[in-house]
C-alpha cells in the first residue's frame, strides 16, 4: 500500500466526485481510479460504490475512512519526527531499521526518540513489516535492526552468535471490546456454544494471528468464536473493537489511549493473555561503526540498569 493510495481516497471521500478529486490530485481521472482500484484490491473490499452518482463510500469505505485518517496522520508524524536530522550523507550513516507493523506506531516513536536524546541522532530509514518478512530482510542483510516481538512457543529461529538481540520491554496481548451502556463489556469470553462471539482476527500468517491461536489453545477454558472480519494490521482490528463489531485481541499499548478513555474493556480474564518480548536483533556480519557504535550503548545501559 502506497501514501498516495490513502491521499487519493480521503480526496474521493471528500469530494465524492472521480473527475474533481482527480483534478485537486493533479493527475488524470483514469490514472486517479486505477490508484483507488489498487487500493481496494490490496485491501480486498470495494471502498466506492460506483453504481450511484455522485460516489459513496460502502460501509467498508467509511469505516476505513478513519483508519486511512489515522495512518496518514502517523505516517506525517514520523516523517516530521525524522526530518529534523541532518539529511543523508552515506548509506554508511543511515540505520535501515524493519520494525513490526504494531511497534512502528506504538513503541518505536518513543524508542527513537530516546536514542536522539541520549545517544546521538540517527539517520533512520524505517520499514514496517511482519514478523517473517522483518527476520528475512536481516538475514539478507537489506535491513540493520530488526525490532520485533518475540514469544518462545513462536521463537524467532536465529543463531544468537550471528544475530545477537536486546530485550527491551514486555507487551502483553489480550482481548478487548468495546461498551455496552452500562460500561461493561459487549462481548466477554468464553462465549457460548448458542451464541458464539463475533471474533475479529489478524490474517493467517501474521505473527499476532499465531499468537492469538496459540493463546487460545492454551486456554483451559474453550471459547466460542466466530470468524467474522479479518486483517493484518492492528490498528484496522482496533478499529473494528471499538465500533462494537466484535472481541479481538490487541497489544496492550495499541490500545491504552481507548482504554483511558472508556472506549473499551479487556473482555476476558488472564488465561486468555500473552506476553510478548519486545526485542532488537542486529546482525554480527553488519560492521557499520553507526550500528557497532550504538549496540555497544544500549548494551551497557542494559548492564547498568541490571546493576
Avoid at 474521493?12 to 490514472?31: D, G, V
Avoid at 485491501?43 to 460502502?58: F, K, N, Q
Avoid at 483508519?67 to 496522520?73: E, F, T, V
Wanted: some cysteine.
Amino acid at each position: 500500500m502506497e501514501i498516495k493510495w490513502l491521499e487519493d481516497f480521503l480526496r474521493l471521500a471528500e469530494s465524492r466526485s472521480f473527475s474533481r478529486a482527480a483534478k485537486e490530485r493533479h493527475i488524470t481521472q483514469s490514472a486517479f481510479s486505477r490508484r483507488i482500484m489498487a487500493l481496494e484490491e490490496w485491501l480486498g473490499v470495494e471502498l466506492v460504490d460506483r453504481s450511484v452518482h455522485p460516489a459513496t463510500l460502502t460501509a467498508a469505505g467509511w469505516l476505513f475512512r478513519r483508519i486511512a485518517a489515522d495512518l496518514l496522520r502517523d505516517a506525517y508524524a514520523a516523517r516530521t519526527l525524522l526530518s529534523g536530522y541532518q539529511p543523508i550523507v552515506s548509506s554508511e550513516e543511515v540505520v535501515q531499521f524493519s520494525v513490526a507493523h504494531t511497534l512502528v506506531f506504538t513503541f518505536f516513536p518513543d524508542w527513537l526518540k530516546h536514542v536522539h536524546k541520549s545517544f546521538g541522532p540517527l539517520v533512520a530509514r524505517v520499514h514496517a513489516v511482519n514478523v517473517p518478512e522483518g527476520v528475512q530482510q536481516l538475514v539478507e542483510g537489506s535491513c540493520d535492526i530488526l525490532l520485533a516481538f518475540h514469544h518462545p512457543q513462536l521463537p524467532i529461529l536465529l543463531d544468537p552468535n550471528l544475530f545477537p538481540y536486546l530485550v527491551l520491554g514486555v507487551e502483553r496481548i489480550q482481548p478487548f471490546s468495546a461498551l455496552d451502556a452500562d460500561g461493561q463489556p459487549l462481548f466477554q469470553l468464553p462465549g457460548s456454544s448458542r451464541a458464539p462471539l463475533p471474533f475479529m482476527a489478524y490474517s493467517s500468517g501474521a505473527f499476532l494471528g499465531n499468537v492469538v491461536e496459540m493463546t487460545l489453545l492454551n486456554a483451559q477454558t474453550p471459547s466460542n468464536l466466530r470468524r467474522s472480519f479479518e486483517t493484518h494490521m492492528s490498528e484496522a482490528l482496533k478499529a473494528m473493537v471499538v465500533a462494537g463489531h466484535g472481541i479481538g485481541w490487541l497489544p496492550a499499548s495499541c490500545v491504552a489511549a481507548e482504554l483511558n478513555e472508556g472506549k473499551v474493556a479487556v473482555a476476558g480474564p488472564d488465561e486468555w493473555a500473552a506476553d510478548l518480548e519486545i526485542r532488537l536483533y542486529r546482525t554480527s556480519r553488519n560492521c557499520k561503526p553507526v550500528i557497532d557504535a550504538m549496540w555497544s550503548w544500549m548494551c551497557a545501559r542494559q548492564k547498568q540498569a541490571a546493576t
